[in-house]
């Protein structure tokens, strides 16, 4: 098993220059999956910061790369200078957000059973493997706030529990983040479509159809929205939405919009 070093050098030499290319598709390694070696205190932020800067040519890829750790680096500060943040939301309009509490869906989320491809991969990724890739952090996170609108504290709560890489500063920050309720934090308005996020990054469906093999015989076309196969169709891949795969336990256009009405509310009783 390579150290945390031998793996830094091995992603400088061999991946670093594609990085900004590359990060975002979950079926490639393209992240230099450093961080359970940081999180378990094998290799430090200053040591991989000190490896980067020392390249003679830095392309946008590298830079990309040093930007990263700087997230990190935000949200230890962030967590140092605001520690309120790890008991609730940093901006404290988001206390009358109209969360709700709904055990059932929070653990079909859990199981990756959500009907939305891209979502279940990402979340059966998790539990089989404490490891989640940094895009599908993003889309599973935005789906349980925005689609299903379960307060952020229950995803913390349940990364805290699965993933390897744990570390309190950056699951606490970029929950708050993809809430919309912490600094620098997206928009509430910015909804991620996880049917768009999948084909975008996960364009031939290699991703979801290791993670959620009952649909490894759903064409291109359909492996984001399985349930726009013809029934007939469905039966013939004995691949039946309802029966062998989940339907979508909300659609997302109605889901979308009640999202945005209650950021209204929101704006309102402040
Ligand atoms: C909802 C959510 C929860 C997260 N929880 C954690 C967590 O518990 N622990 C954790 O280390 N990261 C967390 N992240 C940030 C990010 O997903 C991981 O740091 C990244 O996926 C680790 O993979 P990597 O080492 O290959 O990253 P690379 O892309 O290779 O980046 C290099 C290093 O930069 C840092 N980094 C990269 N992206 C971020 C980011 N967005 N925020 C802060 N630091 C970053 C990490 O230390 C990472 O190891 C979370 C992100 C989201 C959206």
Redesign the pocket.
Known sequence: MATAKEHLEKFIKNDIYDYGTK?DFPSIKG?????PF??NGQIGVKTIYNQCVKLKSKNISVRK?IN??G??EF?HSLINYFPQMLKGNLRKEFDKFPWINDKKKLSLWKKGMTGYPIVDAGMRELYETGWM??RI??VV?SFLVKHLRINWQEGEKY?RNC?F???EA??VA??QW?AGCGADAAPYFRIFNPILQGEKFDKEGEYVKKWVPELKKVPQKFIHKPWEMEKKYQEAINTVIGRDYPKPIVIHEVARKEALEAFQSLKKKN
């Open positions: 990060r992240t230099s999956k450093l961080s940081i999180r790369y990263e750790l997230w990190r949200s890739h940094n952090r993003m996170g990364f993933l890489d744990f570390n950056n699951n970029q929950w993809v």
